[in-house]
């Protein structure tokens, strides 16, 4: 069974980011990277058009439970702080994501703002990888912001796929190389690469988009790549979807429902009814076991339970909206950056 090791709570610097931006409902402006004996990690902000990190102490700690398995925080502190040496976003930044390579030598930082610009470069800037480059919009900025969202393929970095709502555009790179244009029905709002789906699993993209989950395989033409729809519940917006490491899917939104399909028949094998208070906008499943998921609410709230049992296994708050919320992908580390400047950081085994 899971649990928590340590819960820390840090406070960031005034100094630094007086007065973060709102951004939208997603939580997608937080990125987290760990050392390896986790004693410390370093969180990645954007707030505006600028990018800030933070090396946040993982103190030892016992940690204490409230009411319902609820989790309580113990404070830290924050050992170092500054702005990341990077060209600025002309608008606000809406997506920031950390990328690595299995065996660890090769991370990268990937952010993209209101109007769709991606900015990708190395996340140790005394290297040149050849993975430091900028992407302009594919309509150079014209019309309405909104929130975009951005993935790597897993199994090459260069790839990216950057996905814009209003548009409803899913704009796929190979580096600065513009490949092709996916275009939903509804607005996306959440994106990722399938890459535990069989032998397709650098071409398969899985996106939420209104009340359904769609599944686009960059390899077809026909239906403009599109090659499998499910429908979610009608009326109830789907934010977030998400891949095992044995490749099941899990989607969820504003039914308060998580769904997990398996990929194989896009049947769902679970439905956790009412899980979250409010809308679900974040979900990761567990590195340690596939069988537990966090599961990340509007509001300040996020769980872990088993999927399948439908069973709540513990669950820590934060104290103001999350503006901010990311898991360390081979790691059961976790953190959250609130409306209020506090910075949550979980170590989960």
């Given at each position: 069974m899971?649990?928590?090791k340590r819960?820390?709570?840090?406070?960031v610097?005034?100094s630094?980011?007086?007065?973060?931006?709102p951004?939208?409902?997603?939580?997608?402006?937080l990125?987290v990277?760990?050392?390896?004996d986790?004693?410390?990690c370093?969180?990645?902000?954007?707030s505006?058009?600028?990018i800030?990190?933070?090396?946040?102490?993982?103190?030892?700690?016992?940690?204490?439970?409230?009411k319902?398995?609820?989790l309580?925080?113990e404070?830290?502190?924050v050992?170092d702080?500054?702005?990341?040496n990077?060209?600025?976003?002309?608008?606000?930044i809406?997506?920031?994501v950390l990328?690595?390579?299995?065996?660890?030598d090769?991370?990268?930082l990937?952010?993209?703002?209101?109007?769709?610009?991606?900015?990708?470069?190395?996340?140790?800037?005394?290297?040149?990888?050849?993975f430091?480059?900028s992407?302009?919009?594919?309509?150079?900025?014209?019309?309405?912001?909104?929130?975009?969202?951005?993935?790597?393929?897993?199994?090459?970095?260069?790839?990216?796929?950057?996905?814009r709502?209003?548009?409803?555009?899913?704009?796929?790179y190979?580096?600065?190389?513009h490949?092709?244009?996916?275009?939903?029905?509804?607005y996306?709002?959440?994106l990722?690469?399938?890459?535990k789906?069989?032998?397709?699993?650098?071409?398969?993209?899985?996106i939420?988009?209104?009340?359904?989950?769609?599944?686009?395989?960059?390899?077809?033409?026909?239906n403009?790549g599109c090659?499998?729809r499910?429908?979610?519940?009608?009326?109830?917006?789907?934010y977030?979807?998400?891949?095992?490491?044995?490749g099941?899917?899990?989607?969820?939104?504003?039914?308060?429902?998580v769904t997990?399909?398996?990929?194989?028949?896009?049947s769902?094998?679970?439905?956790?009814l009412?899980?979250?208070?409010?809308?679900?906008?974040?979900?990761?499943?567990?590195?340690?076991?596939?069988?537990?998921?966090?599961?990340?609410?509007?509001?300040?709230?996020v769980?872990?339970?088993?999927?399948?049992?439908?069973?709540?296994?513990?669950?820590f708050?934060?104290d103001?909206?999350?503006?901010?919320?990311?898991?360390c992908?081979?790691?059961?580390i976790?953190?959250?950056?609130?409306?209020?400047?506090?910075v949550?950081v979980?170590?989960?085994?």
């Amino acid at each position: 069974m899971l649990e928590a090791k340590r819960l820390n709570k840090a406070v960031v610097p005034k100094s630094l980011i007086p007065d973060p931006s709102p951004a939208n409902i997603q939580s997608t402006r937080l990125a987290v990277h760990t050392n390896g004996d986790a004693s410390s990690c370093w969180v990645y902000l954007a707030s505006g058009s600028r990018i800030y990190k933070l090396q946040i102490a993982m103190e030892d700690s016992f940690v204490g439970r409230g009411k319902e398995s609820l989790l309580i925080p113990e404070q830290t502190s924050v050992l170092d702080s500054s702005v990341v040496n990077r060209c600025p976003h002309q608008s606000e930044i809406q997506s920031l994501v950390l990328a690595q390579t299995e065996n660890m030598d090769c991370s990268i930082l990937g952010s993209v703002d209101s109007y769709g610009q991606l900015i990708v470069s190395p996340l140790d800037t005394s290297k040149t990888d050849g993975f430091t480059y900028s992407v302009p919009p594919r309509d150079y900025g014209v019309g309405e912001g909104s929130w975009a969202g951005l993935c790597f393929n897993p199994n090459q970095l260069s790839m990216a796929a950057v996905a814009r709502s209003f548009c409803k555009t899913i704009d796929i790179y190979d580096q600065d190389i513009h490949l092709r244009t996916l275009r939903t029905l509804w607005y996306p709002t959440s994106l990722i690469f399938m890459d535990k789906f069989s032998e397709s699993a650098s071409s398969t993209l899985a996106i939420t988009e209104g009340s359904q989950l769609s599944i686009w395989d960059l390899r077809v033409k026909e239906n403009g790549g599109c090659v499998h729809r499910i429908m979610g519940s009608v009326g109830d917006v789907l934010y977030a979807v998400n891949e095992s490491s044995s490749g099941y899917i899990a989607a969820g939104g504003g039914d308060r429902t998580v769904t997990i399909y398996d990929p194989r028949k896009w049947s769902a094998v679970s439905r956790w009814l009412n899980c979250s208070k409010y809308e679900i906008t974040g979900l990761n499943f567990s590195s340690v076991d596939h069988n537990y998921i966090y599961v990340q609410g509007v509001d300040y709230e996020v769980l872990c339970g088993r999927w399948r049992e439908n069973e709540k296994a513990f669950s820590f708050r934060g104290d103001s909206n999350w503006l901010g919320f990311s898991k360390c992908s081979n790691r059961d580390i976790l953190a959250g950056w609130c409306d209020s400047g506090s910075v949550f950081v979980a170590d989960v085994s």
